[in-house]
Antibody, heavy 122, light 107 residues
Framework: EVQLVESGGGLVQPGRSLRLSCAASGFTFDDHAIHWVRQAPGKGLEWVSGISWNSASIGYADSVKGRFTIYRDNAKNTLHLQMHSLRAEDMALYYC???????????????WGQGTMVTVSS | EIVLTQSPDFQSVTPKEEVTITCRASQSIGSSLHWYQQKPDQSPKLLIKYASQSFSGVPSRFSGSGSGTDFTLTINSLEAEDAATYYCHQSSSLPWTFGQGTKVEIK
């Protein structure tokens, strides 16, 4: 079964850091780009960041550029999102999402994890 | 940044009716437009990729059309289980963006 399982969410104070992780199984991880998409409570979907199969292409939303870093470990089939200087507006459910295209960024998001909640509050 | 504008924001529909949701892009995106369904307390699910390609396992009552800047998701003969919020998403140029969502309610 193709699966993405996120972890690492929790309650964090404004200005602090948090690292999210995503464990992939059921497909050839290093054949696909992977993304983070978030959803604030009661709001719509927002793409956060994406990384190609070999980490050569990386993109960030303007809202997180310079504060978040995406990286992957193909040997361990895992994806990470290092988040610094967290703000109240970063509070959301963070989904790990598989790109349907072969390797590069730019496909549809065909597999979604269940998400991990990040709460930013003092 | 490419802005995607969906219409309507909300639609209340009787079962077996046809539903049409549109997504307009602020600039041409070719066919790099995808549609998702999100039910309450669930993760989004891919319905249609590249404007008109049905994703595996999606019921045939869901279809998509369009190219350039104007796209449509059609649900033929709506069923009760189709109550959800629907989003479009473009992967033509970074940053990837989503429409604001269209909530479909069953009367």
């Amino acid at each position: 079964e193709v699966q993405l399982v996120e972890s690492g969410g929790g309650l964090v104070q404004p200005g602090r850091s948090l690292r999210l992780s995503c464990a992939a199984s059921g497909f050839t991880f290093d054949d696909h780009a992977i993304h983070w998409v978030r959803q604030a409570p009661g709001k719509g979907l927002e793409w956060v960041s994406g990384i190609s199969w070999n980490s050569a292409s990386i993109g960030y939303a303007d809202s997180v550029k310079g504060r978040f870093t995406i990286y992957r470990d193909n040997a361990k089939n895992t994806l990470h999102l290092q988040m610094h200087s967290l703000r109240a507006e970063d509070m959301a459910l963070y989904y790990c999402v598989k790109d349907s295209s072969s390797g590069s960024l730019g496909g549809a998001f065909d597999i979604w994890g269940q998400g991990t909640m990040v709460t930013v509050s003092s | 940044e490419i802005v995607l504008t969906q219409s309507p924001d909300f639609q209340s529909v009787t079962p077996k009716e046809e539903v049409t949701i549109t997504c307009r892009a602020s600039q041409s995106i070719g066919s790099s437009l995808h549609w998702y369904q999100q039910k309450p307390d669930q993760s989004p699910k891919l319905l249609i990729k590249y404007a008109s390609q049905s994703f595996s396992g999606v019921p045939s009552r869901f279809s998509g059309s369009g190219s350039g800047t104007d796209f449509t998701l059609t649900i033929n003969s709506l069923e009760a289980e189709d109550a959800a919020t629907y989003y479009c998403h473009q992967s033509s140029s970074l940053p990837w963006t989503f429409g604001q969502g269209t909530k479909v309610e069953i009367k």
